[in-house]
């Protein structure tokens, strides 16, 4: 068992270092361009993005709970006086 753990780790840490040996040159083949659009995304503040989510979010859920509540309320109005779902 302890091996096979040991293997496990091996292969591990071989993807990780793999993975990110990948990761850094492909980030120094970046161009200049590049390089000042990553600083650009980077310094930017994304909170009016996640409040826009939020408001979009929101005014869905308002609606769809609307809908739900008038179909509720119109088939509790519907079936009102039909006498066989009265007990």
């Not at 859920?61 to 609307?66: C, K, R, Y």
């Not at 739900?68 to 006498?83: A, F, G, I, Y």
Request: aromatic letters at 14%; hydrophobic letters at 45%; charged letters at 20%.
């Amino acid at each position: 068992m302890t091996k096979l753990q040991n293997f496990t780790w091996a292969v591990e840490d071989i993807f990780k270092e793999t993975f990110l040996n990948y990761m850094n040159s492909w980030r120094r083949n970046m161009t200049e361009a590049a390089d000042k659009l990553q600083a650009e995304v980077a310094a930017e503040n994304f909170d009016y993005v996640i409040l826009y989510l939020m408001v979009m979010i929101g005014m869905f859920s308002f609606i769809i709970v609307a809908i739900l509540v008038s179909t509720v309320k119109s088939k509790r109005r519907e079936h009102s006086n039909d006498p066989y779902h009265q007990y």
